[in-house]
Structures are given as structure tokens and as C-alpha cells.
């Protein structure tokens, strides 16, 4: 089993930038494909992007294509979600999630083990 943990986040005006990390323990986290996903208030969980194993491969939402970058340090444990070009709509809390099956992703369900969750907010 692998635990995850959420780091990051925070309150950012519209335009700004953030840099979230979801940090593994237990089991090491390049056996798993790893996803951001968010959730707003009132909103399904949607996936926001995802990373294979090595790092060669990434998938984005349209909705944050060119804004966001998904990485890995498989060194380190960790994956990165940058955020650059903030804006109100993507206020929302941000889950990491690991997954053992092949990848793209065919939904949250595909996803074992997930994170406590970050806040990010950003203000108009």
C-alpha cells in the first residue's frame, strides 16, 4: 500500500501561481501512476491530470491544458501539480491519487489510494 500526502496549497490572487506535492510513504510511488483531481464546493470530483509511472506520459483536462504541469521525482517519492495562470474557477480541493492500472485513467474509480486533500483558492 502506498499513503499520500498533500502540500501546497493556499489562497492566490487570479494570474498567480502554485506548486502542489503529493509525497508517498510506504510503498514506493513509481509502481503507481499518479492523478490530481479537484473538487468545488457543490461539485463532482473531476480529474485534473495524470503522470505514468516513468514520467513519459501525462493526460490534462481541457479546462487547465497549457496552465498546469503535472511531474514526478520518483527519487524523492513525489509528484508535482504547477500551477500557473490561476483563475477563480479553479478554486477547488486538490487530491492526489495513485493507481496500479494502465493508464490513460478511466475515472476516479481506477484510482486505490488517495490523499487527505489541499485547499486552493483563488481570488478574483
Known amino acids: 500500500q502506498v499513503q499520500l500526502v498533500e502540500s501546497g496549497g493556499g489562497l492566490v490572487q487570479a494570474g498567480g501561481s502554485l506548486r502542489l506535492s503529493c509525497a508517498a510513504s510506504g510503498r514506493a510511488l513509481s509502481s503507481y501512476g499518479v492523478g490530481w483531481f479537484r473538487q468545488a464546493q457543490g461539485k463532482d470530483r473531476e480529474s485534473v491530470a495524470t503522470?505514468?509511472?516513468?514520467?513519459?506520459?501525462?493526460y490534462y483536462s481541457d479546462s487547465v491544458k497549457g496552465r498546469f504541469t503535472i511531474s514526478r521525482d520518483n527519487g524523492k517519492n513525489t509528484v508535482f501539480l504547477q500551477m500557473d495562470s490561476l483563475k477563480p474557477e479553479d478554486t477547488a480541493v486538490y487530491y492526489c491519487?495513485?493507481?496500479?492500472?494502465?493508464?490513460?485513467?478511466?475515472?476516479?474509480?481506477?484510482?486505490?489510494?488517495w490523499g487527505q486533500g489541499t485547499q486552493v483558492t483563488v481570488s478574483s
Open positions: 503522470i505514468s509511472r516513468s514520467g513519459s506520459n501525462t
Open positions: 491519487a495513485a493507481t496500479g492500472r494502465p493508464l490513460p485513467p478511466r475515472g476516479p474509480d481506477e484510482f486505490g489510494y
